[in-house]
């Protein structure tokens, strides 16, 4: 079957181009979100795009398809190499790629016609979650066998990371959908918030985060030439991110009737992320001391190098805003959306194509179709990022002192319309910078042949 | 420490079973399961509803639950566990584009909510919030019976008033103008209906009124204060027609009290969260000049002026 050709890397490069699409897709999806908040009549009365399903299906698409085909694809990449060892099964590797894609595929199409769990990024109904569970149960295996038939003894710490951010997400994904109740996906009441919490951050944590990290372990001490600066920090910040992200869900609820316990769990856990982070980043940060140039100089590697920054600001910010304090401010407004934009795309999803910008040359052994293109996306994505983060916390902080002054929800609405606008005008270089990643990657893997085929 | 695979998966999956036990199965095994003091059963149609609300999103702008800070909502009720026993899934909510829903049953009649779904902006001209027509009169009937069942046994109390004075609108309105006026004034208290507008007409008072007039009244009373405009249809009694009441007995004491409260029963909301008081005399002042035609701004008994108001007689 043509669909599971079996070459060097082919499971990789299916997970990049898959990427690549979703990238395209799931930005195009907020796109029209966003519009819908500025004229909310433009593009009314279509049911499958209303903004109660459009907004599910940008954020799943976003993590799912975008962030995580490409984080995937790069393990698929790392691990064999990490242990010099080809990857087990490349068809194996195939049919986890294209069950990935059904899923989100599948879950975005139940999406938008109305089938909905209606817990944040567990919207996807329960056959979607199987095919879920199955791909990364596959993806697992298909690297459990790479690694047991390794002639590296030692394993690296980005393997340790990949390995991790598997096992989490498994669980993470089974419980916080829970799977055993197949027609509401949920349990009863606010242990319900409470679990779905849980699981709302753990999918940043413990899949996102992980799998990230695992990239940027990899590509610094490459790109700057320098070996690791301290495995005692590996695997300090290892084990505190497991043991510690997943405490803090409920500050996502903090204001609802949890219990008081919990929530000192959940702000006290928020607080303590400051270690696992510090010690990713105190050591991805001394790796690279005095040689930033030469990251700077790789395409791949400037990518990572952002993503890094990102990261701090992330988790400078989200410990801060689980304070009780803050949170009368920013909670329910456009502050948490500019934090949530942060960490999947400032962070993992600038990380996730600095991955494939690093590993694409090594698979094809072609270079770049284009760095100019390469580069020039970095920067739409860079200053839209920026731009949203600036933009968004600006609108939050505006709605968060109104409504604090006892303004109405209703009367602070065309406060924020014009940081509305500005949004929708950013979010055009995230869209711009996304069809030019699909360009980009499409011709990096293809371009090639048909290009010798002219000539 | 050396990494291995069997210490990932196994040292790993400790780690998270116990945590899990911990922040979740915990709290499971030990919340409450007793109802609160509002809380009752949902019933089939109410029950249809939730499950489109769900369906389609809604708790992406809406949340459910008032905290202790959220003065625009009057916090009356503070969310308690007891409240939520029955949900699945949760719709707890994190953002709130549109206010929060937990106690919504009851603040407007059934027919506000149909003009409202139909078009938000019929009724909320600044709403953001989708059309909903395309679901049907039938799903949004079950919505709106959803809508009005938030807050359980105090939205009944609050339905029961919106049912106790429905009729009694309607039965005045079918009275004809000047039974329907003298119903209105009727439900004002008396110091009320006797008070002058206590500031005087000025340009800049006049296009304030406009603005909040644009912001809050367009939708039901349209654009020239016939009561004609795009949620007119849908409502009944259907909005007031202001330009027929020259010379009944309007005062601005009236205007100021029917604005802050509401007129329940009809589709006229309360306005005395979304408006302070200057907006609703300036509002009331410009409905005053423009619709009706007469005003008895700064007019006797008035009192002291204040310090920004223009000398006696002089006009601005």
């Given amino acids: ?455 | 420490m050396k990494m291995t695979p069997p210490l990932l998966v196994l040292g790993g999956s400790l780690i998270f079973g116990v945590v899990l036990f911990v922040v979740v199965i915990l709290p499971w095994a030990t919340m409450t399961d007793q109802p609160s003091d509002i809380h009752r059963p949902r019933t089939a149609l109410e029950e249809r509803g939730r499950k489109l609300y769900v369906k389609n999103g809604c708790s992406y702008c809406h949340s459910q639950f008032i905290r202790r800070i959220d003065w625009d909502l009057g916090a009356e009720r503070i969310a308690q566990a007891g409240d939520y026993i029955a949900e699945q899934p949760h719709l707890l909510g994190t953002e709130r584009t549109g206010p929060d829903l937990s106690q919504e049953g009851g603040e407007h009649p059934d027919d506000w909510h149909m003009a409202h779904f139909i078009n938000p902006r019929y009724v909320r001209p600044e709403s953001i919030m989708p059309e909903w027509a395309f679901l049907g009169t039938e799903n949004i009937t079950a919505l709106i019976a959803y809508k009005q069942s938030l807050g359980y046994k105090d939205a009944d109390a609050r339905m029961q008033r919106q049912r106790l004075w429905k009729p009694k609108s309607i039965e005045a309105y079918e009275k004809g103008t000047d039974g329907n006026v003298a119903w209105l004034h009727d439900l004002v208290p008396e110091p009320w209906r006797k008070l002058p507008n206590p500031y005087p007409t000025s340009q800049a008072g006049l296009t304030r009124g406009h603005r909040i007039y644009q912001s809050f009244c367009i939708g039901c009373h349209g654009p020239v204060g016939d009561g004609m405009g795009p949620a007119a249809p849908h409502l009944y009694p259907p909005p007031l027609n202001f330009t027929t009441l020259k010379g009944r007995g309007v005062s601005g004491g009236i205007l100021y009290y029917q604005i802050m409260n509401g007129i329940t029963g009809t589709a006229m909301p309360y306005f005395k969260r979304d408006l302070e008081s200057e907006k609703i005399w300036d509002v009331g002042n410009y409905v005053a000049v423009t619709f009706i035609g007469e005003t008895d701004a700064n007019t006797e008994p008035r009192g002291i002026d204040a310090s920004y108001e223009p000398a006696d007689g002089e006009k601005r």
């Fill in chain 1, 1 to 455: 079957m043509e669909l599971l050709r079996e070459e060097p890397h082919g499971t990789t490069k299916a997970f990049y181009l898959s990427s690549a699409v979703w990238m395209v897709f799931g930005t195009l999806a907020g796109f029209t979100g966003a519009v819908q908040l500025i004229a909310p009549e433009l593009l009314g009365n279509i049911p499958w795009i209303v903004f109660g399903r459009i907004r599910p299906i940008h954020t799943n698409a976003v993590i799912f398809g975008f962030v995580g085909s490409a984080l995937i694809g790069s393990a698929h990449y790392l691990v064999p190499t990490l242990v010099r060892t080809p990857l087990y099964s490349e068809r194996l590797g195939k049919i986890t790629v294209w069950l990935w894609n059904l899923a989100v595929v599948l879950g975005t199409l139940t999406l938008s016609l109305g089938f909905s769990q209606n817990r944040e990024y567990a919207e996807w109904i329960w056959p979607v979650d199987v095919i879920v569970m199955a791909s990364l149960g596959l993806g697992f295996y298909n690297l459990l066998q790479t690694v047991k038939r390794r002639e590296e003894e030692i394993l690296y710490v980005s393997v340790w990371y990949i390995f991790g951010a598997f096992v989490f997400t498994a669980f993470i994904y089974f419980f916080g959908n829970a799977m055993w109740n197949p027609f509401t996906g949920s349990i009863t009441g606010i242990p319900d918030g409470i679990l779905a919490w849980f699981y709302g951050h753990g999918v940043v944590g413990l899949f996102l985060t992980p799998f990230a990290v695992a990239i940027a372990y990899y590509i610094i001490p490459i790109t700057c030439r320098a070996p690791l600066y301290s495995h005692s920090l590996s695997l300090l910040g290892f084990w505190s991110l497991l043991m510690i992200y997943t405490h803090i869900g409920t500050h996502h609820i903090l204001q609802a009737p949890t219990p008081t316990w919990l929530k000192v769990i959940a702000i006290t856990g928020s607080i303590a992320m400051l270690v696992p982070v510090a010690a990713v980043l105190i050591n991805l940060w001394l790796t690279m001391r005095g040689r930033i140039p030469y990251i700077l100089g790789d395409t791949g590697g400037k990518f990572v190098l952002a993503g890094t920054v990102w990261y701090l600001l992330t988790c400078i910010q989200g410990p801060l805003q689980a304070l009780p304090v803050v949170q009368r401010i920013t909670h329910f407004n456009n502050w948490v959306v500019a934090h949530a934009h942060m960490g999947v795309l400032g962070f993992s999803g600038i990380i996730a194509l600095g991955g494939i910008y690093f590993i694409l040359p090594r698979i094809t052994g072609r270079p770049l179709h284009s760095k100019f293109l390469a580069d020039m996306q970095y920067w739409l994505v860079l200053l839209g990022m920026s731009g949203f983060f600036t933009v968004l916390t600006a609108a939050g902080l505006i709605q968060g002192h109104g409504w604090l002054n006892g303004e109405t929800v209703y009367r602070m609405l065309p406060e924020i319309h014009p940081y509305m606008v500005l949004r929708l005008s950013v979010g055009i270089l995230i869209v711009s910078g996304a069809f030019i990643g699909l360009y980009n990657i499409y011709m990096s893997l293809y371009g090639f042949k048909t290009g010798r085929k002219a000539s």
